[in-house]
């Protein structure tokens, strides 16, 4: 079992950058693949970012490439997400998921834990 509390969350403006962090508990985290899911009112999640559990891969929506970077410290158990050059349309709820023994790509079927989710609001 594996417990995932997002934090970081909050109001900005359009152009800031904001850090969201994903602190988890339970089994090893270097085994886990980790994601970023976001949801917006109204629509479906969508996959933001994700990492594969080694580490070695990351992969993007193409809306965020250039713009955010998911990177996982196995020693404090925490995925991280550096969003920089915030736009309003990427208001949402942000989730983090593990998947164990996982590539971190876009399915979200794939991932067997989530967070509660951190509110992000980017005012233009």
């Known amino acids: 079992q594996v417990q995932l509390v997002e934090s970081g969350g909050g109001l900005v403006q359009a152009g800031d950058s904001l850090r969201l962090s994903c602190a988890a508990s339970g089994r090893t985290f270097s085994s886990y693949a980790m994601g970023w899911f976001r949801q917006a009112p109204g629509k479906e999640r969508e996959f933001v970012a994700g990492?594969?559990?080694?580490?070695?891969?990351?992969y993007y929506t193409d809306s965020v490439k250039g713009r955010f970077t998911i990177s996982k410290d196995n020693a404090k158990y925490t995925v991280y997400l550096q969003m920089g050059s915030l736009k309003p349309e990427d208001t949402a709820v942000y989730y983090c998921?593990?998947?164990?023994?996982?590539?971190?790509?876009?399915?979200?079927?794939?991932?067997?834990?989530w967070g509660q989710g951190t509110q992000v609001t980017v005012s233009s």
């Open positions: 998921a593990a998947d164990y023994l996982g590539s971190g790509t876009g399915n979200p079927d794939d991932y067997d834990y």
């Open positions: 990492i594969n559990w080694s580490s070695r891969f990351t």
